[in-house]
């Protein structure tokens, strides 16, 4: 039947053949016209469960084919379908996402909002996607309005005695409300690419519980954001990078699709991610990261003074501390950070992560993290060289802050090629290098 909105069918395409969902596709794009085209498909499919394809007609993007998948943690609990059916809405009433055609049994079809920006993985295209319209983009994006979350949140947060005890009493700007960090809503944390199933995610989960590291990393107050942008309640994508932004032909402008991770939470929590993933020292030089905040701040009508914009910067470096992946990735499968000294499901076998003798644990690394934020805030030096080059890559650098425990897991890390967790870059030997990208903003 039809609403005023899209076209609702019984179809299912779960499993269908790329033919079948192409020839659906067509059929709603030239539902009206005379002259019907087949529209050619490719699939464009991440890591959050779902199937998504885009619809072409001679290279130019129709719409975009979304086909529910088999569970994983981001399709496996009613809670995370609720909140992305709410937010995915707030955002098509705000011109961020774009409008449903068709909605199936296990499918949705949405026009496509343009073509890619992704010079690759890491890179934007300059001339589609130049830093200021990208700091344009997530500050509209972060002026949507908050209501919507309140009452889910709270929901979220009773689901689990254990998780509410820890939460409660934290600040709304704490990085601890981030889902795929926290986990609060659904109990199965996300851990990367290549997430493990839904059961050990949640065992995982659950040993981080009881081991205490849990409440240490999330309750830390030294993690916390202190400028007030990077404190601001606001709706975070959680995944801001460049294969989810498109740039329209016809406006000129970029949008955002993926709304798997999308809530409400502290500013902070979009700029940790990027930082470690196309942001930071490792593809850009400071004047490009400079730039972008100094954008964003102003496009916010947020102070964008030279002291803010530093304040807001350092803030963006800690905070990849704990952002997802960090410390709670196995993206490298070598360990969790926050499990080291435990045997965990996602460790490789004979790991010294893993070994009860492992020193330090995710216990002391808690602390001596703290410790380094606290050396970098108080330190005038330490914080230029944490903006300027990163903070990690500074602490790196500097040997651990003159930390013997933590300058061996430092070496640790970068001997597992984990180091790209919190954004800094390795060649296959384990040395840091700085990419061609941010070599030729450098010139």
């Known amino acids: 039947m039809k609403t005023s909105q899209y076209e609702e069918t019984d179809l299912t395409l779960k499993n269908a053949s790329l033919e079948k969902i192409a020839a659906t596709a067509s059929a709603v794009i030239y539902r009206n016209k005379q002259k019907k085209k087949n529209l050619s498909i490719k699939d464009v499919s991440g890591n959050s469960g779902a199937k998504t394809f885009i619809c072409m007609d001679d290279e130019v993007p129709k719409c975009i084919v979304k086909v529910k998948g088999d569970k994983s943690i981001m399709s496996s609990h009613p809670n995370t379908e609720k909140r992305v059916v709410l937010a995915t809405e707030v955002l098509r009433k705000h011109n961020i996402a774009p409008s449903i055609l068709m909605r199936g049994a296990d499918f949705h079809i949405e026009k496509s909002s343009g073509i890619s920006v992704m010079d690759d993985f890491f890179h934007f295209n300059s001339e589609l996607a130049p830093p200021e319209k990208i700091a344009k983009l997530l500050a509209k994006l972060h002026s949507v309005p908050i209501e919507w979350y309140a009452d889910l949140k709270t929901e979220f947060l009773y689901r689990d005695k254990r998780l509410k005890s820890i939460l409660e009493t934290m600040p709304s700007y704490a990085p601890c409300w981030c889902l795929p960090w926290s986990a609060f809503d659904t109990g199965m944390p996300v851990l990367g690419v290549g997430n493990p199933n839904p059961e050990v995610a949640k065992r995982v989960l659950n040993l981080l519980?009881?081991?205490?590291?849990?409440?240490?990393?999330?309750?830390?107050?030294?993690?916390?954001?202190?400028s007030n942008p990077a404190r601001r309640e606001v709706v975070i994508h959680n995944d801001f990078k460049p294969d989810n932004v498109l740039y329209d032909p016809e406006t000129k402008e970029l949008s955002l699709i993926d709304y798997d991770l999308v809530q409400v939470g502290p500013a902070i929590m979009d700029f940790g991610l990027p930082y470690m993933m196309w942001l930071g020292s490792r593809f850009t030089d400071f004047d490009y990261r400079k730039d972008f905040i100094k954008t964003y701040l102003k496009e916010a009508n947020l102070p964008f003074d030279q002291s803010s914009v530093e304040d807001m910067m350092l803030d963006c470096e800690i905070n990849t501390i704990v952002a997802f992946p960090g410390l709670l990735s196995n993206i490298y499968d070598a360990e969790v950070?926050?499990?080291?000294?435990?045997?965990?499901?996602?460790?490789?076998?004979?790991?010294?992560?893993?070994?009860?003798?492992?020193?330090?644990?995710?216990?002391?690394?808690?602390?001596?993290?703290?410790?380094?934020?606290?050396?970098?805030?108080?330190?005038?030096?330490?914080?230029?060289?944490?903006?300027?080059?990163?903070?990690?890559?500074?602490?790196?650098?500097?040997?651990?802050?003159?930390?013997?425990?933590?300058?061996?897991?430092?070496?640790?890390?970068?001997?597992?090629?984990?180091?790209?967790?919190?954004?800094?870059?390795?060649?296959?030997?384990?040395?840091?290098?700085?990419?061609?990208?941010?070599?030729?903003?450098?010139?």
Not at 373 to 383: A, N
């Open 209 to 226: 519980v009881k081991t205490g590291v849990y409440k240490k990393v999330m309750q830390c107050q030294d993690f916390l954001p202190l």
């Open 337 to 443: 950070p926050l499990l080291r000294g435990i045997e965990h499901p996602t460790a490789k076998s004979g790991v010294i992560g893993s070994n009860s003798s492992a020193s330090p644990t995710g216990l002391d690394l808690v602390d001596l993290l703290a410790d380094s934020v606290k050396k970098v805030r108080t330190d005038k030096d330490l914080k230029i060289s944490s903006i300027k080059n990163g903070f990690v890559v500074t602490m790196f650098e500097q040997e651990g802050f003159g930390s013997v425990l933590l300058n061996s897991w430092l070496k640790e890390m970068q001997k597992n090629r984990m180091l790209r967790l919190f954004g800094i870059a390795e060649n296959d030997s384990g040395h840091l290098f700085v990419s061609e990208h941010a070599k030729q903003n450098n010139k």
